[in-house]
C-alpha cells in the first residue's frame, strides 16, 4: 500500500506520537520531526543515515515566529525575512536557548525558513512545534521533488508523505548566514543571489566548504545519482569518448539529435532557468533509473538560478 496521503490529520497525529512525515515544500520535501522531541530527531539522522555533525532546518509557520527560534535578529536578517518568507531562503542566526543540540550540530547557531508550500503552512500552524526536516533523500543521494521519490527511498522508514504534488521550485534552499551583521551566502539555491543582492546589497559568497568551516554540510560529492555521472559545456564531445556505452543527455534547451545518446531530457526548452531548476532533480532520478552506463550533464549559463543549477550538477558529478 502507498504511504502517500493528503490526510493533514493523518500527519498531525503521527508527528504529535513522535514520528515522521515526509512534508512537501515549495524547494524539495522534507523528512519532518517535531524539533523538541529527542526520539523524532535521532530517526531523521538515522532514516538518512546522516552524521549528527550536519544540523537541521527549523521550519516555522510565519516570520512572526522566528523570535522563538534565535536570540538576535541582525538588521538586514529582519530585512530578508520580511521580503522573502514565506520562501526559499533559509537565515542561520544565534538560536534562542530553548533549541536542542541535536537540532543545530552543537552549534550556538541555528538554520529557520518559513517554506512557501499551502500544504505544509496549513500543517505548520496546527501544529504546536515547528518541524526540523532536512531533505527527504538518503545522505547524498539525489533529493525529492515528487512524493514518489521519497516512497522509493523511504517506504520501509516512514509511515507517511504528505501530498502535496510536485516542488515548485525544485532545487533546495539559498542558505545566508551573518558574520559582523553582515549577510554571506552559505549555500546558493532556489532563490538567486542577484534578488537577495537587489534587497541588501552586495553579498559574499561562501559556497565551498574549504571557504567556510561554518556550512558543515557543504560536501563536494552531493546531490549524486548512483550512475557514473560526467558534467561539461561540450555535450558532443564528451558522447564521443564514451562510444558503445549506453548514454543519457541531460541538455539545457535544444535537442543533440545524436544517434550515440539512447535517452535524452531537455530542461527547458525556452531556457527559462526557473523552469530547469523546477525538472532538474526529477529528470536526474529518471535517468538514474535506466540501467545507463553514464549520464552526461550540459553546465548551465552562470547568471541566477544558473549559478544555484551549476552548484549543484557539479556536486552531483564530482568523482575522487
Ligand atoms: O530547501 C531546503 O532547504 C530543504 C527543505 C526541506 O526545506 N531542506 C534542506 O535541508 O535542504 P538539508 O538538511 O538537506 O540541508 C540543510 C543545510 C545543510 O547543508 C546544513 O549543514 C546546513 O543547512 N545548516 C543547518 N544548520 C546550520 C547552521 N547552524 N550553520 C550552518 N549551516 C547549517
Ligand atoms: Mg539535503
Redesign the pocket.
Known amino acids: 500500500m502507498s504511504i502517500i496521503s493528503k490526510d493533514i490529520q493523518k500527519a498531525i497525529a503521527l508527528l504529535t506520537n513522535e514520528e515522521l512525515v515526509a ?1 512537501p ?1 515549495e ?4 523528512l519532518a520531526g517535531n524539533i523538541f522531541s529527542e526520539k523524532a530527531i535521532k530517526s531523521i539522522f538515522e532514516t538518512k543515515k ?1 552524521p549528527f555533525f ?4 527549523v ?1 516555522i509557520s510565519s516570520v512572526d515566529i522566528l523570535k522563538n527560534i534565535v536570540s538576535e535578529v541582525p538588521k538586514k536578517a529582519q530585512i530578508l525575512a520580511d521580503k522573502f518568507w514565506p520562501g ?1 531562503m ?1 537565515l ?1 542566526l544565534k ?1 534562542d536557548k530553548s533549541i536542542p543540540d541535536i537540532i ?2 552543537g ?1 550556538d ?3 529557520v ?1 518559513v ?1 512557501n508550500h499551502a500544504v505544509t503552512l496549513e500543517l505548520l500552524s496546527k501544529l504546536p512545534f515547528p518541524l526540523a ?4 533523500n538518503p545522505f547524498n543521494n539525489i ?1 525529492p521533488t515528487k512524493p514518489e521519490h521519497v516512497e522509493r527511498y523511504f517506504k520501509n522508514d516512514i509511515k507517511m508523505v504528505l501530498d502535496g504534488g510536485s516542488c515548485k521550485n525544485g ?3 539559498t ?1 545566508i ?1 551573518f558574520e559582523n551583521e553582515e549577510p554571506i551566502i ?2 546558493l ?2 532563490l538567486a543571489v542577484e534578488d537577495i543582492e537587489a534587497v541588501v546589497g552586495k553579498v559574499l559568497v561562501k559556497n565551498k566548504k574549504e571557504e567556510n568551516p ?5 560536501l563536494a560529492k552531493h546531490y549524486s545519482p548512483q550512475t557514473f555521472t560526467v558534467l561539461t559545456t561540450n555535450i558532443l564531445d564528451e558522447i564521443s569518448k564514451h562510444q558503445h556505452k549506453k548514454i543519457g543527455v541531460l541538455a539545457f534547451n535544444t535537442s543533440y539529435k545524436n544517434e550515440g545518446i539512447s535517452t535524452e531530457i531537455i530542461l527547458s526548452k525556452i531556457s527559462n532557468l526557473q523552469e530547469a531548476a523546477s525538472k532538474l532533480y526529477d529528470a536526474l532520478h529518471e535517468l538514474d533509473h535506466l540501467n545507463l552506463d553514464i549520464i552526461i550533464v550540459e553546465k548551465l549559463p552562470e547568471n541566477g538560478l544558473g549559478n544555484s543549477i551549476n552548484d549543484r550538477l557539479k556536486r552531483a558529478a564530482f568523482h575522487q
Request: overall charge positive; hydrophobic content about 35%; glycine content about 12%.
Open positions: 512534508i515544500t524547494t524539495v520535501y522534507g546522516r550536519n544540523p537541521l532546518i521550519h526559499s533559509t542561520v538560536k543545530t550540530g552549534k547557531t541555528v538554520a525558513r517554506p526536516a532536512p531533505s527527504a533529493s532545487i533546495e534552499s542558505i548566514g552559505y549555500r539555491g532556489a561554518d556550512a558543515p554540510g557543504m
